[in-house]
Nanobody, 126 residues
């Protein structure tokens, strides 16, 4: 059984910062990649950021490029999302997702990921 636990969400003013964490535990044989997605009220799931565990390659959604940074700590099996210059439109539930099967789907395709966390709420006030 694999568990992903997100933390670090909260309420912040426009222009503020938050750092989200995603800690993985359980029977993880191999991890290929981790991504962050978000879902705002009334909207679909949206890709935010991706990191490859082997190469460290990262990808970002255009809407967060230059403001968000994804990173990882292999020893702790933890991925972080540093979010700076937050905007009200960043308000959403943020989910981390783990790719343990290397399905070959695009990094921004939610179907690529095998495990999901429970989500952490991020609210940015104007």
């Amino acid at each position: 059984q694999v568990q992903l636990v997100e933390s670090g969400g909260g309420l912040v003013q426009t222009g503020g910062s938050l750092r989200l964490s995603c800690a993985a535990s359980g029977s993880i044989y191999i991890t290929y990649a981790t991504s962050w997605f978000r879902q705002a009220p009334g909207k679909g799931r949206e890709f935010v950021a991706f990191i490859s565990w082997n190469s460290g390659i990262t990808y970002y959604a255009d809407s967060v490029k230059g403001r968000f940074t994804i990173s990882k700590d292999n020893a702790k099996n933890t991925v972080y999302l540093q979010m700076n210059s937050l905007k009200p439109e960043d308000t959403a539930i943020y989910y981390c997702a783990l790719d343990t099967s290397a399905s070959g789907s695009r990094y921004d395709d939610w179907a690529r990921y095998d495990y999901w966390g429970q989500g952490t709420q991020v609210t940015v006030s104007s």
